[in-house]
């Protein structure tokens, strides 16, 4: 940044502009995150650079509101409360219970899921399989509805906060993975079958989690969890045809899979985790 002394003796001022360029790639999110971190201290203070920065009013205007009504309300919901003397930061708890996917639709659909599964099942038992095969589905669901600004009303503003990206598709996967496996942990037990056989889900819905977030270093959240869930899907009536039974993909050998594809997953995503969700923009 180049400045200059005032006439009189006055403080120096800057003269300094963002060029057209480099404008042009903080808009597209194509900065690294020291340079947009440097670009958005010189908006702060420079009304003619923040002039340059095209924006509807409109728009601005209801993202505001949709912030206000989503995240500043005056007394924190009960939920929030609760995470919060468990000890989590308030800042966080308040993006958890925000969190687009832990909304009514879609914990009324997890319900639904796994009510009609348990129902089918205790009524016969070749229903069993449904809620197996579906109890992983449904995180890979609720992370596909937690991030991104198709689905999150605020994630425009979210994305100008120290808690955007990465990071925050972590906290809100960890947030609709907890509340998945807590509803499916609570509805095995009332399934017609071993308790070995009824939690035979939990690995799989690991695995496939991590597959998710790891896809999502090199595609966008919701084609990341797509395509988790058509890989397990396939690969259950894969396996399920060549070996003979419904109960293959489910056996301990295929168990252990799941224990060491999870494991290694996660360690991929930790490695890769500033490349999380390339397909949305800063």
Known sequence: MSVHDEPGGRRPVNTWHIPGDLLDRYLAGDLDPVRAMSVDAHLGGCPVCRAAVPYEREWLESSWQRLEDEAGL???RPAERLLRLAGLPGHVARLVTVTPALGRAWLTAVLAVLAFGVLAARQTAEALPFFLVAAPVLPLAGIAAAYGPRVDPVHELLAATPLSGPRL????????????????GLASPLLPAPPGLSAAWLLPALAATSGCLALSTR???PAAALTAGGLWLAGVAV????????????QPGAQLLYGCAAALLAVLVYRRRDRLDPGETR
């Open 169 to 184: 598709l972590l906290v809100r996967s960890t947030a609709v993975l907890t509340v998945a496996f807590v509803l499916a």
């Open 239 to 250: 396996a399920a045809e060549a070996g003979g039974g419904w109960r293959v993909p489910f």
């Open 74 to 76: 005056p007394r924190p």
């Open 219 to 221: 595609l966008s959240v």
